[in-house]
């Protein structure tokens, strides 16, 4: 399995930008893909976004698709996601998560998570 920390939350306003990093630990991280996902008080976790273990094929949520950005650097360990154009509603605890290979939309079909990191975007 791999172990997975997310950083770069933060309160910012709308119209910003934050950049999310997922540093990865364990011996399979070249080879998992990646999805970011995101759970808002009272809501149900969502998919944001995902990539493929080489980082060839990319998926988003049709709600960020413009403004989010995945990516990855297996030399780092390292799974990144810039948020740009930033809304309220964005406003989310957000997570990583890894399983083999090809990224799906689906949390249950992911068998690692990071603890989550805290995204404000005040109005």
């Known amino acids: 399995q791999v172990q997975l920390v997310e950083s770069g939350g933060g309160l910012v306003q709308a119209g910003g930008s934050l950049r999310l990093s997922c540093a990865a630990s364990?011996?399979?991280?070249?080879?998992?893909?990646m999805g970011w996902f995101r759970q808002a008080p009272g809501k149900e976790r969502e998919f944001v976004a995902g990539?493929?273990?080489?980082?060839?094929?990319?998926y988003y949520d049709d709600s960020v698709k413009g403004r989010f950005t995945i990516s990855r650097d297996n030399a780092k360990n390292t799974v990144y996601l810039q948020m740009n154009s930033l809304k309220p509603e964005d406003t989310a605890v957000y997570y990583c998560?890894?399983?083999?290979?090809?990224?799906?939309?689906?949390?249950?079909?992911?068998?690692?998570w990071g603890q989550g990191t805290q995204v404000t975007v005040s109005s």
């Open positions: 990539i493929s273990w080489r980082g060839s094929i990319t």
């Open positions: 998560a890894s399983r083999k290979y090809t990224p799906t939309r689906h949390s249950d079909e992911y068998d690692s």
């Open positions: 364990g011996r399979t991280f070249s080879s998992s893909a």
